[in-house]
């Protein structure tokens, strides 16, 4: 081959790999370059997660008005979750302003002002969490439970949706509401932790 066969060939090489520079940087794309791997993969809106356990029982179901899930965790916006006994009753519903649900452990934190209403009473707390190894829901703060005729306060709670028992685990106060117009409330116990039973 000869040497200006050879000098065109590499003209010609350079000129296309040119050619496709040029068009590459110029050209508009159709499809975005991939986001940053804190982007969310899928985003949803009025959006509706079911749990079940391994048996096929329903845990809970999780309603929000946005959910944008990356691998490891789902963060859900204007959240409302109803958890549910052995026998699929609904026994509790907690609004949170944000939920977060670790996609590994299925372990689920409601946060910020958290206001939950069961069967036969209500309670009051900052951040709630799910623990889905032990199936119970717990915070370390400050705790008003509410329900007819008394005000139960404390720090901490644990709360199981398969038996309704709800444990104050700290500085219980027990507050009960007088039957008769005009009495003081009496405060019956003061100290250590306090359990109510639905």
Wanted: proline content about 4%; glycine content about 8%.
């Amino acid at each position: 081959m000869s040497r200006a066969a050879q000098a065109l060939g590499l003209f010609v090489i350079g000129a296309g790999l040119f050619y496709w520079w040029f068009w590459s940087v110029t050209t508009p794309r159709l499809w975005p370059w991939p986001a940053e791997s804190s982007a969310p993969a899928i985003s949803a809106e009025q959006a509706h997660i079911v749990k079940y356990d391994a048996s096929g029982k329903r845990l809970w179901e999780l309603e929000a008005r946005t959910v944008q899930t990356a691998e490891d965790e789902s963060i859900a916006e204007g959240v409302s979750v109803r958890f549910f006994d052995n026998e699929g009753h609904e026994v509790l519903r907690v609004i949170a302003p944000q939920a977060r649900l670790n996609n590994h452990t299925q372990d689920l934190e409601l946060l910020g002002a958290i206001s939950a209403t069961g069967n036969e009473f209500s309670f009051t707390a900052e951040n709630l969490f799910w623990d889905n190894q032990r199936k119970i829901l717990a915070t370390p703060s400050v705790v008003r439970i509410e329900r007819d005729g008394f005000t139960l306060t404390g720090r901490g709670l644990e709360y199981s949706s398969e038996t309704g028992l709800a444990t104050i685990t700290s500085a219980a106060q027990l507050m009960l509401f007088p039957q008769k117009v005009g009495e003081k409330p009496l405060l019956l116990r003061e100290g250590g932790g306090g359990r109510l039973q639905e």
